[in-house]
C-alpha cells in the first residue's frame, strides 16, 4: 500500500507531499497537475520492473508520448530543471516469491524508497536523451514511528498487524560524490559485504534487479511497487474471453479479467475447503466478488 509520495521536478510537480489512505479521491481544477501525479506513480512503478530509458517512454507527455526524456523534467519557459526526484512510504506484503520462484520473507514491512535522477545526453538514443541515477535508497521506518507517518484513521490493532519486523540499517544506499556515486545493495538476513555498482553505469534502478536471496525485503518493496496501476477500465475489454494461457492480472483497460477471476477462484484449490468441491469453491469466490460490486 502506498502511503505517502513525495515528488519534484517531474513535469509540474515541485515539492508536492501527498499522503495516502485506503481510499483516496484526488481532485482539482484542469492543469494542476492530477494526471501528473497518477503519471509519476506510473513511472516508479515502471522503474521497478524495467530500463529506466523504457519506464520514461512508457509515461505519457503532454502530446499524448514521450518523444523526448527531457520532456518529463519540470520546465519554466525553455529552461528545464536539472534533477527530478521521488520519495514514497509504502507497507509491503511480508513474504513474496521471485522471478525465479523462490520465497522472500521481509525484515520489516513499512519503507521508504528514494530516487534522484538527472537528465544525460545520450547520442546512441538520437533526440531521446537517457537517465542517471544520482541517488537511490531503501531503508526501514519502525513500528514507533509509523503513527506519525499514517495520518489516516486506523487502530494500533491494524497497525501492529500490518507492520512487522524490524531493522536498525538500510537496504539500499547511495554513497560518494557525483561523479563517482556509489549505489550500494546490503545484505538481508545474510551476512556479508554489501553489493556496489557504479550509478553512472546502471540502465535501471538496483530495486529493479532484487531477488530472494540477495534481498528479500528489497524484492516485496519492488512488488508491491510493481502492483501500482492505472485502470482505465473499457468495456469492450472488460467482456474478452481468454485462453487459459493468458495473463492472471488485469491490464490497463480491463483486458484479463476472466484469466483473472478464474485465477483467484482456484488460488486456494490446495487448502482445506470444509467439504466443498473444487467447482462449489469457485463458485463461492465468484459470489463474494459479485456481491462485493452489488454493495
Known amino acids: 500500500m502506498l502511503t505517502r509520495l513525495k ?6 510537480l515541485v515539492d508536492v ?3 495516502f489512505g485506503p481510499f483516496t479521491c484526488v481532485a482539482g481544477a484542469n492543469g494542476v497537475g492530477k494526471s501528473n501525479l497518477f503519471d509519476a506513480i506510473r513511472f516508479l512503478s515502471a522503474i521497478a520492473d524495467i530500463q529506466l530509458i523504457e519506464a520514461a517512454l512508457s509515461v505519457r507527455d ?4 514521450t518523444a523526448d526524456v527531457r520532456s518529463l523534467f519540470h520546465r519554466v519557459g525553455d529552461e528545464y530543471a536539472d534533477e527530478m526526484s521521488f520519495e514514497a512510504e509504502m507497507i509491503v506484503p511480508e513474504e513474496g516469491v521471485d ?14 524508497y528514494s530516487l534522484t535522477l538527472a537528465y544525460r545526453s545520450d547520442h546512441s538514443l538520437r533526440s531521446l536523451g537517457s537517465l542517471q541515477i ?3 535508497e531503501l531503508v526501514h521506518i519502525n513500528l514507533g514511528d509509523a503513527r506519525k507517518n499514517l495520518l489516516f484513521p486506523h487502530n494500533v490493532e491494524w497497525r501492529k498487524s500490518a507492520i512487522k519486523g524490524k531493522r536498525t540499517s538500510p537496504f539500499i544506499s547511495t554513497e560518494g560524490d557525483k561523479d563517482r556515486t556509489v549505489i550500494k545493495l546490503h545484505q538481508d538476513g545474510i551476512k556479508g559485504k554489501p553489493l556496489s555498482r557504479l550509478a553512472a553505469n546502471l540502465p535501471r534502478t538496483v530495486l529493479s534487479v532484487a531477488n530472494a536471496a540477495e534481498s528479500p525485503t528489497a524484492l516485496l518493496a519492488r512488488r508491491e511497487m510493481q ?3 492505472l485502470l482505465q477500465l473499457e468495456p469492450s475489454a472488460l467482456r474478452q474471453p481468454d485462453e487459459f494461457t493468458a495473463p492472471t492480472k488485469l491490464d490497463m483497460d480491463g483486458s484479463h479479467l476472466a484469466a483473472t477471476l478464474y485465477h483467484l477462484a482456484r488460488l486456494n484449490k490446495n487448502h482445506p475447503t470444509n467439504g466443498l468441491s473444487n467447482n462449489e469453491v469457485e463458485a463461492r469466490v465468484y459470489s463474494q466478488v459479485a456481491n462485493r460490486l452489488a454493495n
Open 134 to 136: 544520482i541517488k537511490e
Open 99 to 112: 522471478d525465479l520462484g523462490q520465497q522472500a520473507i521481509a525484515s520489516i514491512t513499512f519503507l521508504r
Open 17 to 19: 507531499d501527498v499522503r
Open 7 to 12: 515528488v519534484s521536478g517531474f513535469k509540474n
Open 227 to 229: 502492483s501500482w496501476r
Open 62 to 65: 503532454e502530446g499524448g508520448r
